[in-house]
C-alpha cells in the first residue's frame, strides 16, 4: 500500500454521494425549514396577528407577497400566515371601500361615490387622469391601513397567545423555562 502524500484529500469517495445535493440544499431544506419554523405559541400569535393585519390590506394582488415577505423577514410559519390571510378575504374585501374613505379624510380630500358606473365614465372621458386619481386613492387607503395595522397585530397577538399556552402548544423555540418541554 502506498502511503497517502501530505496535504492529499484523504476523504472516501463514497463520502461524496452522501452530501446534499444542490436542489435539496437550495430547493428543499429552505422550503422545510419555511414549513417548520415559527411554530412556539409567541411566534404563532404573531404568525396568526400579521397574517390577519395583512391580509385586510387595502391594494388588491399584494396580500401574497406581503405575507411571503414578511414570513420569509420575521422567520414566521408561511403556512399558518398565508392560511389566515386567505381566511379574512371576506373582511378584506369588505374593508377596501372604508379604507379608501379613511384615507381620503386623512387627506382632506372629498368623500368619493365609488360605483361602476363612477369608474367607468372617469376612465372614459379621461384614461390617463383616471390612471392618476386611482393611484392616489391606494396611496391614501394603504397609508389609512398603516395607521390601523399596528392596533390589529398587537390586539390579535395578545389575544391569541394565551390561547395557544393554555391549549398547550408547546414552546419549540427552545426558550422554555420547563427543562423538560
Known amino acids: 500500500m502506498i502511503p497517502p502524500v501530505e496535504g492529499q484529500d484523504q476523504s472516501n469517495p463514497g463520502d461524496a454521494a452522501r452530501k446534499p445535493g444542490r436542489w435539496r440544499r437550495w430547493v428543499v431544506d429552505p422550503v422545510v425549514g419555511q414549513l417548520k419554523q415559527g411554530m412556539s405559541p409567541d411566534k404563532l400569535g404573531w404568525t396568526i396577528g400579521t397574517g390577519i393585519t395583512l391580509g385586510v390590506f387595502p391594494i388588491l394582488g399584494t396580500r401574497a407577497w406581503l405575507c411571503l415577505l414578511a414570513g420569509w423577514w420575521f422567520k414566521l410559519n408561511q403556512p399558518v400566515l398565508h392560511s389566515f390571510k386567505s381566511l379574512v378575504y371576506p373582511l378584506h374585501v369588505a374593508l377596501i371601500i372604508p379604507f379608501i374613505h379613511l384615507g381620503q379624510w386623512l387627506y382632506g380630500k372629498e368623500r368619493l361615490r365609488l360605483s361602476f358606473e363612477f369608474l367607468r365614465t372617469q ?59
Open 123 to 181: 376612465f372614459a372621458e379621461d384614461p390617463w387622469g383616471f390612471w392618476q386619481e386611482f393611484g392616489w386613492i391606494i396611496l391614501r387607503a394603504a397609508s389609512a391601513w398603516l395607521l390601523v395595522a399596528p392596533f390589529v397585530l398587537v390586539a390579535v397577538k395578545f389575544t391569541v397567545t394565551p390561547i395557544l399556552r393554555r391549549v398547550g402548544l408547546k414552546d419549540t423555540s427552545g426558550n422554555s423555562p420547563d427543562p423538560a418541554g
